[in-house]
């Protein structure tokens, strides 16, 4: 990347805050799309790094369009606190946290969330990924959602207690749903039996809670009311109090939900 | 069909007791790879039926080398005793029920548990569905696993401790991790927000169950131990205490598992 490149006035240019698995997919997306991203910066550098790194905040370029700050929820606010006042939109990506924690701060900011479970060792489509977006004012937001749509085809603007309420769906639509699985993998394993034999039935699983609503989709003891079966599977849990307080607890939800 | 190929000697027949969505998926697939479906018994007749039906038990053909009792799991005992003693053999399609239960009453017998679950509008490749099997004696078991054969191409002999564990795990895989995404659907609905906007995180979240172990794909709040989110959104749950416990205790599970 030369000088004058960079310096390109009429392109908006992007600084990454973060080295997780959010920051490296976006990253590697931006720069996919012809994106400007002139700097990356966090406590340690990755080993691979397509983009010029800093650990030292006096290093940090103010003259970036977007400073994407991707990192742990927790560390949001200490790390906004390294940022000098730029003039830039500052946001970050965390589904649970309001933009009032830039507030004191920055004349410009929002937050840019992407509604997906990111992993290092895996390729996402981020052109199909929702993005929720929320910006400090009108302006600001409109650039946010033109800045957006560049990244995904699927950009929403969404306020803070929309934003909350489908990060905590998510948590039990992907971390619970996926513990779930986690459970049989290990009541599996206590008999030596091979996880990948469940693969038909989630294939089914999965395709029935796209196709039909979730809701109308349920089946088994609990959906029935079957006793005897619940209280069989019960007695079979005994040695792991966890995994029956949980089968009780959803069982229980369940039979509440399609007793209505 | 003519009477000619119903009574082939040397082909194997079968009568279907039950008219739920395993009977119907059952007969649909048995016809479709030649097998003769020679009578389907049940109390009240499908709208559908593409085999000789009766509701009359004295009308029960005791000629059929296998009889598939696929109801309801407490009704397996009381229709056993509407069935004459045959010589052929006699098994349930239940995953959490004895063999025993046939003991005092046929020479023959056996399980054939499809691990799938049937939707009446939904086809299923019944080939790729694992069926397990159980004999009440070499003899047995070994005619039994040449007839799942040829039904599926994934059949399995399980013994009864084997089998009822498998159920348990399809408990927590299927239905559990369905109603976890009914859960994420309810929450949504509060903010009139549409399920399908959790679409792309619902693929991912499956194809890394599927391609990683569901242990290793675990994320989120819980597995991070991000107390600060993990008190937000159960303050949120307030007004669901069904869901607000599932989110304690599953969160408490998974907390306490990746702490080992």
């Known amino acids: 990347m030369t000088v004058s490149t960079i310096n390109d006035t009429n392109k908006e240019s992007v600084i990454i805050i973060g080295t997780g698995s959010v920051a490296t997919h976006l990253i590697n997306h931006l720069l996919s799309i012809g994106t400007l991203v002139i700097q990356q910066y966090g406590r340690s550098k990755p080993i691979e790094t397509k983009v010029p790194f800093t650990n030292n905040p006096k290093e940090l370029r103010t003259d970036a369009s977007y400073y994407i700050i991707s990192v742990s929820d927790d560390a949001i606010d200490e790390v906004s606190q390294h940022l000098p006042r730029v003039e830039g939109i500052v946001v970050h990506t965390a ?68 934003r909350i309420q489908i990060h905590l769906a998510a948590v039990f639509a992907c971390n619970f749903s996926n513990y779930m699985n986690t459970i049989a993998e290990e009541l599996l394993k206590n008999k030596n039996i091979e996880f990948s034999l469940l693969k038909p039935l989630l294939q089914e699983t999965f395709e029935k809670i796209l196709t039909a609503k979730p809701k109308d989709a349920q089946t088994g003891p609990a959906k029935r009311n079957d006793k005897e079966i619940i209280e ?18 959803v069982s229980k939800s369940i039979a509440d939900l399609y007793k209505k």
């Open 95 to 162: 589904g649970s946290v309001g933009i009032d924690i830039f507030e004191s701060r920055f004349k410009n900011y929002g937050v840019l969330y992407p509604l997906q479970s990111f992993s290092n060792n895996r390729t996402i489509n981020m052109l199909s990924v929702p993005f929720l977006i929320e910006g400090n004012s009108d302006q600001t937001e409109i650039k946010l959602l033109q800045f957006a749509k560049k990244i995904s085809n699927n950009v929403y603007i969404m306020s803070y207690q929309e």
């Open 232 to 249: 069989k599977h019960l007695k079979m849990l005994t040695n792991n109090p966890n995994f029956q307080e949980i089968y009780k607890l």
